[in-house]
């Protein structure tokens, strides 16, 4: 039987790699039982949080300038709409009780910041001492992507943001990243989204059931 208690599950992946599709349809599926997650988003899942998310993906998108943050700017605003986030969204729901599903977290800036644009983990490290309050997620799915399905799934996206436009040898060392982050880690699942969504979707649930143990 289900005993109700904190628990973070966070999904994390490339563009494309499915993880925004499977995390509504986790929240579906624990809500046909009876369970009710609130489901959120980095950067974002706040009015301010997002309000920063417009800025550093869409406005910057747009941008016909092209002008660019600098790397530092840039991860600053991610951390600040972070700590948004946990303050005011992750946080209080945890202390609840609640299941939180979370489509990225801090996995996605070690692999896009540090790996990908090569900001200084400990720059990283040293503002996540402040802002992530001890928050770790309890659970984390890996998506792992072909490049074939994930352009397939991008061209199919109304919204674009400035990450679309990133070339696939970005993508393949963020992947990489991803997977280094997960080696090792027994609360990390890496899963190969490139197969039927449906399939998918049962084996996250399946693992989910497992760990709460309903």
Known sequence: MYKKKS???V???VEGCGKSYQSKKLKKNLEKIGIYPVITREPGGTRGAESIRKLIL???FKNKKKEKFDKYTDTLLYLAARNEHIKNKIK???QKKKIVIC???IDSTFAYQVHGKKVDK??????HNFILQGIKPNIVFVLKVSSKSSK???KKRKTKNRYDNF???FYTKAQKSFLKIAKGKKNYFVLNSSVNDKSLEKKIFNIIQKKLKI
Do not use: M
Not at 122 to 127: A, D, E, K, V
């Open 152 to 154: 397939k799934r991008l």
């Open 122 to 127: 400990l720059f990283i490290n040293q503002i």
């Open 11 to 13: 999904f994390e992946g």
């Open 167 to 169: 070339n696939q040898s």
């Open 7 to 9: 628990f973070l599950i």
């Open 103 to 105: 489509d990225r977290f």
């Open 58 to 60: 869409i406005d910057y």
């Open 92 to 94: 209080p729901a945890l």
